[in-house]
Nanobody, 122 residues
Framework: QVQLVESGGGLVQPGGSLRLSCAAS????????MGWYRQAPGKQRELVAT???????NSADSVKGRFTISRDNAKNTVYLQMNSLKPEDTAVYYC????????????????WGQGTQVTVSS
């Protein structure tokens, strides 16, 4: 009933930039925190950045100063602006969201997108 769809991944050279988007749709009453995670081959999924519904953000030390998370509450969309990309940023990037569905407004449920590949290589 709730879907998260990411877009914006691709191949970029070191030092380049990409902007990821993740739009939530479906039977949504409200959305709490939204976030981006990534998983590189052979590694565990790790937090990249999160943002609360009122705009407070948190990010991993490895991306501070390079990546910026933001959201548009009217569009149920979260963004990740990635600058000064490095080869070690190569991973599948997943968005998630804590959603209260219209038919179960008492609880937040966590939903995940399908992932979008980001490859940083010359």
């Amino acid at each position: 009933q709730v879907q998260l769809v990411e877009s914006g991944g691709g191949l970029v050279q070191p030092g380049g930039s990409l902007r990821l988007s993740c739009a939530a749709s479906g039977s949504i009453f409200s959305i709490g925190s939204m976030g981006w995670y990534r998983q590189a081959p052979g590694k565990q999924r790790e937090l990249v950045a999160t943002i609360t519904s009122d705009g407070s953000t948190n990010s991993a030390d490895s991306v501070k100063g390079r990546f910026t998370i933001s959201r548009d509450n009217a569009k149920n969309t979260v963004y990740l602006q990635m600058n000064s990309l490095k080869p070690e940023d190569t991973a599948v990037y997943y968005c998630n969201a804590a959603v209260r569905p219209k038919d179960e407004r008492l609880y937040f449920y966590t939903y995940w997108g399908q992932g979008t590949q980001v490859t940083v290589s010359s």
